[in-house]
């Protein structure tokens, strides 16, 4: 197994809760029919719909990001395999709770495939992580990911799942052109600038469908363009109820060149994959809870710069 073992991380600003809640409300306001933005007390995730391994975001939190898009395209490295455990070890925060969205580990599935991570790492270890692979005809498959390696990249929210208050948001009828993640991360970027806020946690879509991809296998010939690229990730309109896994940072201020949004998901009727954007606009729902991560780390960073 070879993983760059070098980290870098810095700290990120860490707002109140409802400040950040109020700037999420002002943005994302105009872009739904419906939508209402509290700081509350973390239901326990590890309740249907939401089948968490921990029932909370709290305690000491984190963005944590491994390898990146350029040990995969155009051509992939296939060294690049990392394991969730070193993250207690790089963060200091012992037995973590991690979700987030990644490539799987490739001996694991047996194909390149989609990893949504959900996972508590330590003494106790609880894994409820799933991937989702493409299957002959056409067709997909997600399943249970018994593993805590990772392929080329992750992006992952990093907490000690604990109880701890966070932010409620649920959002009704689309009238904006922004995804849900993407309106939120463009909120906190316009508003913070060169001030980086990282924000974890897991989403429903409870109505309505969605856009996801799946990533092919890996392939001999290089994927060196828009076209080859677009025709290696096999796109699917997907249906709710979808639980959905995210990460995000509203700037690099460190210049660690980490993929600033990144959001995968599963669900229980065999839909999964790498959310893009809803696609019923006048009928979707979210419903989502998210908390503040107080720093980023970056895991063997690729040495040249990923697309955002």
Not at 10 to 23: A, D, Q
Not at 75 to 83: C, N, Q, T
């Amino acid at each position: 197994m070879a993983a760059g073992g070098i980290h870098k991380s810095f700290p990120l600003h860490f707002p109140p809760l409802l400040e950040i809640k109020e700037v999420i409300e002002k943005a994302l306001k105009p872009e739904f029919k419906e939508l209402s933005v509290e700081v509350c007390d973390c239901p326990d995730l590890t309740q249907m719909p939401w089948d968490l391994a921990c029932g909370g975001l709290g305690g000491e939190t984190a963005t944590f990001h491994f390898g990146g898009v350029p040990y995969l395209l155009p051509v992939p490295d296939k060294s690049k395999v990392y394991d969730m455990q070193e993250i207690a070890t790089v963060t200091g925060v012992k037995d973590p709770f991690v979700i987030g969205a990644g490539a799987a580990f490739r001996d694991q599935v047996g194909i390149n495939s989609e990893l949504m991570a959900n996972v508590k790492i330590g003494e106790a270890p609880i894994n409820k992580s799933r991937s989702c692979k493409l299957e002959e005809g056409g067709k997909y498959s997600v399943q249970m990911y018994p593993c805590t390696k990772t392929g080329a990249l992750a992006d992952l929210f990093v907490s000690e799942g604990t109880p701890a208050p966070v932010i409620k948001i649920r959002a009704k009828q689309r009238t904006g052109k922004d995804d849900f993640i993407a309106g939120i991360r463009k909120a906190l970027t316009a508003h913070y600038g060169d001030k980086p806020v990282g924000m974890g946690g897991v989403f429903q879509i409870v109505q309505g469908k969605a856009w996801l991809h799946i990533m092919s296998d890996f392939c001999d010939e290089p994927l060196d363009s828009t076209d080859k690229i677009n025709n290696w990730l096999k796109c699917f309109e997907m249906k709710a109820p979808l639980t959905c896994l995210s990460t995000l940072v509203s700037y690099d201020a460190g210049q660690f060149d980490i993929r600033l949004e990144h959001t995968h998901c599963f669900s229980g009727h065999g839909d999964g994959g790498h959310y893009h954007y809803d696609t019923t606009p006048e009928e979707v729902e979210y419903l989502g809870y998210f908390n503040l991560a107080k720093r980023v780390f970056q895991y063997d960073q690729p040495p040249k710069s990923t697309e955002q």
